[in-house]
């Protein structure tokens, strides 16, 4: 007996359409992302930025601070009197350049020197590295006001731990030292800097060290190369360009860095200490003319911009001789 069997129609699945994007929306929603960040930038920067520019041509003293409009026009006399070197202005303004420059210098220094020991020391694997390495970013943690006024307290000259360590317990000293005025002052500003600064370059310079292979190193120790020539033969010329950002971005920071001795000296800051952006702070605030103030941050935007850009010059050629 035969059965007689039909063959059932076979379905297939629509595919589940998502939902429809309007054209408009997804060839706008990149730029409307973007929006917050530019607006914030626009307000933060560029417009103070242009308004500082403004300033730096007009005659704003404290007899215009109601009336931004009616200062008059000074053209380029603010920037005459602030590199008139024989005057008052500019030879302080030339004394603070000085301090900057060698405040700046030194403390890069230091600062790749120590995170650069500290990365090669703590990349082989230990018991206890990754507790030493959460010791040694605490600086970078810690808050820098917090920071800068412990250190602070640390440089008083009677009651702080420095004096009572090297005076009292270690005998280094017949008197206690001044470490906030005088000639100290720059050696402690470096100091705290030093503190607050070479952590960073710790944390990336370790972080450039992972990407460089083990079996390197390996092979070279095979070859009878010790640690100093592996560390120059090879960490530093695969360092090259993290070193070459680090470098620029540390001596960014310090040259333009307020904070320290704002916090560290409080408003009279001592000569040694004097810091081109506090010295600007004082022309500024202190005397209330703030078109000369102005017209000295301009010359330090374009200093920054004219070292900048000689350094990315420089470095560039040598890297593409490399």
């Known amino acids: 007996m035969a059965v007689a069997t039909a063959e059932a129609p076979v379905q297939t699945a629509k595919p589940k359409r998502g939902p429809e994007r309007r054209p408009g929306l997804s060839r706008w929603l990149p730029y409307l992302l973007l929006a917050p960040a530019v607006l914030l930038e626009l307000l933060i920067h560029i417009i103070p930025m242009l308004v500082g520019i403004w300033m730096s041509f007009v ?14 026009w000074a053209g380029l006399g603010n920037y005459k009197v602030a590199l008139d070197f024989d005057n008052a202005v500019g030879e302080g303004l030339l004394k603070s350049f000085g301090v900057t420059v060698a405040f700046s210098l030194t403390t890069v220094a230091l600062s790749w020197v120590l995170g650069m020991a500290a990365a090669v020391a703590l990349q082989p694997p230990f018991r206890g590295r990754s507790w030493v390495r959460t010791l040694f970013l605490v600086p970078y943690a810690l808050p820098a006001y917090a920071g800068i006024l412990t250190w ?11 004096n009572h360590i090297l005076v009292d317990n270690l005998g280094l000293s017949s008197d206690r030292p001044f470490w906030l005025i005088g000639g100290n002052a720059l050696v402690s500003l470096i100091v705290v800097a030093v503190w607050k600064l070479w952590t960073f370059a710790f944390l990336t310079l370790m972080a450039g060290l992972q990407s460089i292979p083990n079996d390197i190193y ?8 010790g640690n100093l020539r592996q560390w120059r033969n090879i960490t530093l010329p695969s360092l090259r360009p993290v070193n070459l950002v680090l470098v620029l971005v540390l001596f960014l920071w310090t040259f333009s ?11 009279a800051q001592p000569p040694a200490g004097d810091l ?8 500024s605030f202190l005397t209330w003319n703030f078109g000369t103030g102005a017209a000295m941050s301009v010359l330090l935007l374009i200093f920054l911009m004219v070292v900048t850009g000689i350094y990315l010059l420089v470095t560039g050629r040598r890297s593409r001789r490399a």
Not at 156 to 161: A, N, V
Not at 218 to 225: F, P, Q
């Open 59 to 72: 005659k704003l003293t404290k007899f215009f601070i109601a009336n931004w409009s009616a200062a008059p």
């Open 152 to 162: 602070n307290f640390m440089l008083q000259r009677d009651t702080g731990i420095v």
């Open 218 to 225: 390996e092979a070279a120790s095979v070859d009878g190369a």
């Open 257 to 267: 860095d307020f904070n320290t001795p704002y916090v560290l000296f409080g408003t």
């Open 276 to 283: 081109i952006t506090f010295h600007i702070y004082n022309a």
